[in-house]
């Protein structure tokens, strides 16, 4: 099985900032650690099998991966021509993805040139 390449974005990886951050004040210092190694992990696992995680509503070119321990969803675009997984954004449940939808869309149109 043909394994894929995995990166973030800059904005995935801001997120991912903030929402540690997030954790951070919220909880503490480890469980902002235990969040950050999960979501490296969610994004580390997308290099087998990246379709199989459910598509973003109103975007099917778009997929989604729930983080297994937090509320958090890897949004994420799949190049199979090139065997190359993109993180494009990061966000909590509690917040609403609605508003995340036009940054995704702008994200992929720079990514797809």
Known sequence: MQKYSVSLTEDAENDIAELMAFYEELVDAKSAVKFFDEAMET???????PRANAVFKDDPDVRKIQMKNHKVAVVYIVDDDRF???AVRAYHQMQNPAQYQESIRERIRKING
Request: glycine share 0%.
């Open 43 to 49: 994004v580390t696992n997308l290099q087998n099998l």
């Open 84 to 86: 190359e997984v993109i």
